[in-house]
Each structure stands twice: as structure tokens, then as C-alpha cells.
């Protein structure tokens, strides 16, 4: 973005309300400027078409033409950064989640009463979003949709061993469809639980744990309180709730709670790779992937200090680089690596973990 040149926007809602609602929290800072609005799929085709914004909040259910459909025809034909305006229901979660696999970079959840009260508090993270949007390199603006492999379906559900190993991951800004990527080449055999906090409302990390379950070898669930972290099955922290590992009974067990907001997000990530890092010690191998902030370096530092190996993705494939370049600066990071490279490496960092 040229300096000194404000960040247009497009503002897609079948609601006049919510789209004066959105206008005025963008307009509200001084870099962001709402160059167009529009009230379903086929009309914010056409403005994005002629007024080419720099940035598209786009509603998930319209007439005429819904955001999924309209989100293909843009990522196809005039890709651009957006993000999506989903309500807070299973419906809309499951919609968001194919909206992040189909290249949308991010989305804000709008709530299904108090409209415009709930929407303003939201205003520092929806100004936020839409700025690091508009930093998003163009080669990550493309419509992208991720196989489900066959074999998923005669998948045997066996709780298996208790985990004497871990892997914990962390992301937010583009891991959803980074950690696709990544669940797809994971075998199923890893000998090791996996914890993955990913930055979601609640609601949304259940569906995202269901996709990722569908097109990965391991077993995914979201995490719940209590449950005996085993090996070869992956826990997804839930959305407004912290998770850690603790010892119970001589077991590695979830627990989950509702403490202050960490870098301003719950779940975070630090607290879970912390307290993996206590449980698990040097058996530990830690990811930080794409995302913005710095959540997840001081607990990648924790599991480096206990003599853990770590893993960062690189500037090159990261849709947004500020938790990886946050650790990476922080000088505990052992390999830097692309996207396509992470889950190879979390196995062979397995291979020099002691079981």
C-alpha cells in the first residue's frame, strides 16, 4: 500500500444497517476509507469490478447470490483480499470455514442481536483485520478448495496409547488454510498428541476441527475439558477458552478455562505450549505458523529452554508473518521452513525426540 493512500474498501451485506454499521467503525480511523458498498453476490462482482477495492467484507448469507459463491467468482477472476462477516451459528461457522478454504484471508463474527453494539466493540479488531488484509502479498489472493483424501473415510477411531510425546501448533491470520496443508501430509502414526490452538470464536474451532478430522490421517476433535491427551489424535483448543496439559493421575489431561484474554485473544497460545512444555519437557516439538501478533513466541521459547526443538514457517509462504517473525526475533526458533515443508519437518524432529 502507496503511503499516505487509504485502504478502500468494499462493504457487502444485505443489511443497510449492518452495512452503516461497518462504514462508520472503518471510517472511523483515518487510513481506511469504504469506497463502495453493495447488497448481495452479484452486485459486489460488479463493484469489484469497477471500483477494483483494496479489501471486501463479505457477508456469508444474501439473496441472489451468497458470499461463498460470490467469494469463487472474485478469488477467481479479480483476486483480492477478504474477509468474510459470518454469523454466529453453526451454519455460518461451517460457511466460514469453506469460505477460509476457498481463500478468504479472514473474517469477523457478527452476532445475531445487539447488532450495532456488539459490532462497535468489535472495532479494533475488525480495523485491525482489514489493515493486515490489505498487507496480504497477492500470491496467496487465489480461489483454492483442498481435496478430502479417500482413505479418510474408513478411518479407525482407536484412542491408542497415551501421548509421551507432543507436537503443539499454533496460528491465526491464514492457518486455516495453512493447517490444511499441513493435516493433510501428517501421517497418521505420528506417536505423539497434538495440541493446536488457533485463534477462533466459539463455534468456529468445532467446524474447523470436523475439517481438518475429514482430510487428515490423524484423529481431530476439539478439545474438551478433562480428556486424556493420546497419541496419533490432535486437540483443537475451542473458541473462548484457554487450553493447558496438566499431569493428572500420571496422564497428560486438557484443561481448559475461561482466564483474561492473552495478546488480546482466547485461546492463546502461549499458555498451551508453556504448559506442554512442563508436561512434556524435551519430548516436545513446537510450530508457530501464519498469523498476526506475537502470541505463541514466549511459549516457544519455554519448550526451546526445556530442550524442545522448534519450527517456524518463513516469511515466503506466511499470508502474515507477525507470530513467526515475533519468535523467530525472540532467537529460539531451530528451523525456519515453507508451508509445504512444515509437516515433514515436525516428523523428522519426532524421529530425534526421545520416545
Not at 490489505?134 to 478448495?145: N, T, W, Y
Not at 521459547?301 to 519450527?311: D, L, P
Request: hydrophobic share 40%; glycine share 8%; with cysteine.
Amino acid at each position: 500500500m502507496p503511503l499516505g493512500k487509504k485502504i478502500r474498501v468494499l462493504v457487502v451485506d444485505d443489511s443497510a444497517f449492518m452495512r452503516r454499521v461497518l462504514r462508520d467503525i472503518l471510517e472511523s480511523d483515518p487510513e481506511i476509507e469504504v469506497c463502495c458498498e453493495a447488497r448481495d453476490g452479484v452486485e459486489a462482482i460488479e463493484k469489484v469490478k469497477s471500483e477494483r477495492p483494496d479489501v471486501v467484507t463479505l457477508d456469508i448469507e444474501m439473496p441472489r447470490m451468497n458470499g461463498l459463491d460470490a467469494l469463487k467468482f472474485i478469488m477467481s477472476k479479480y483476486p483480492r483480499p477478504v474477509i468474510m462477516v459470518s454469523a454466529l451459528t453453526q451454519e455460518g461457522a461451517d460457511a466460514t470455514i469453506k469460505a477460509l478454504e476457498y481463500g478468504a484471508v479472514d473474517f469477523i463474527p457478527k452476532p445475531s442481536s445487539s447488532i450495532s453494539i456488539n459490532m462497535r466493540e468489535l472495532k479494533d479488531e475488525i480495523i485491525a483485520k482489514v489493515k493486515e488484509a490489505a498487507k496480504v502479498p497477492s500470491r496467496f489472493l487465489q480461489f483454492k478448495r483442498h481435496r478430502v483424501l479417500r482413505e479418510q473415510l474408513r478411518k479407525v477411531r482407536k484412542k491408542g496409547e497415551v501421548a509421551r510425546r507432543a507436537v503443539a501448533i499454533a496460528a491465526s491470520t491464514g492457518g486455516p488454510q495453512s493447517l490444511l496443508k499441513v493435516f493433510e501430509k501428517l501421517p497418521g502414526e505420528l506417536d505423539a498428541g497434538l495440541l493446536l490452538v488457533q485463534h477462533m470464536p466459539p463455534g468456529f474451532t468445532k467446524s474447523f476441527a470436523m475439517r481438518l478430522d475429514r482430510i487428515s490421517k490423524l484423529n481431530v476433535k476439539e478439545a474438551e475439558d478433562g480428556e486424556v491427551v493420546h497419541q496419533d489424535w490432535a486437540y483443537v483448543a475451542p473458541g473462548d477458552y484457554h487450553m493447558e496439559v496438566t499431569m493428572r493421575n500420571g496422564k497428560p489431561t486438557i484443561k481448559l478455562y475461561k482466564g483474561p484474554k492473552i495478546h488480546g485473544v482466547r485461546p492463546a497460545a502461549d499458555p498451551m505450549m508453556k504448559s506442554v512444555a512442563g508436561v512434556f519437557g524435551r519430548k516436545t516439538v513446537g510450530v508457530i505458523m501464519t498469523g498476526m501478533g506475537r502470541d505463541g513466541a514466549a511459549g516457544l521459547a519455554e519448550i526451546k529452554r526445556r530442550g524442545g526443538i522448534t519450527i517456524a514457517q518463513d516469511k515466503e509462504t506466511s499470508i502474515i508473518f507477525g507470530m513467526p517473525k515475533a519468535a523467530i526475533e525472540l532467537g529460539v526458533v531451530d528451523h525456519v521452513v515453507p508451508l509445504d515443508k512444515i509437516a515433514d519437518t515436525v516428523v523428522m524432529a519426532l524421529r530425534k525426540v526421545p520416545r
